[in-house]
Nanobody, 114 residues
């Protein structure tokens, strides 16, 4: 079993920054993919970014150039640095780990509003 605990969400003004963290615990395989998805009210859950244990990252077009995903394998932790935030980035952000079974965190709210 794997548990994922997210932190770092909150309220921020447009143009601001936030950093999300997600720590995984339990039975973690050496090779896995961690990442972030988000779900806005009334919309489907969508990919934000993923990163493999070998450091290969992938981003949604809507966040390229603004968000940066990184990880610390020794801590089984993934981060999402979010800059130049827009109101349309408002959503619940979910951490995920795939190895290949997919595990999800409980989600953290990010609200971008003035």
């Amino acid at each position: 079993q794997v548990q994922l605990v997210e932190s770092g969400g909150g309220l921020v003004q447009p143009g601001g920054s936030l950093r999300l963290s997600c720590a995984a615990s339990g039975t973690i395989r050496t090779f896995n993919t961690m990442g972030w998805y988000r779900q806005a009210p009334g919309k489907q859950r969508e990919l934000v970014a993923t990163i493999t244990s070998t450091g290969i990252s992938n981003y949604a077009d809507s966040v390229k150039g603004r968000f940066t995903i990184s990880r610390e394998n020794a801590k089984n932790t993934v981060y999402l640095e979010m800059n130049k935030l827009k109101p349309e980035d408002t959503a619940v952000y979910y951490c995920t780990l795939r190895q290949p079974t997919n595990y999800w965190g409980q989600g953290t709210q990010v609200t971008v509003s003035s």
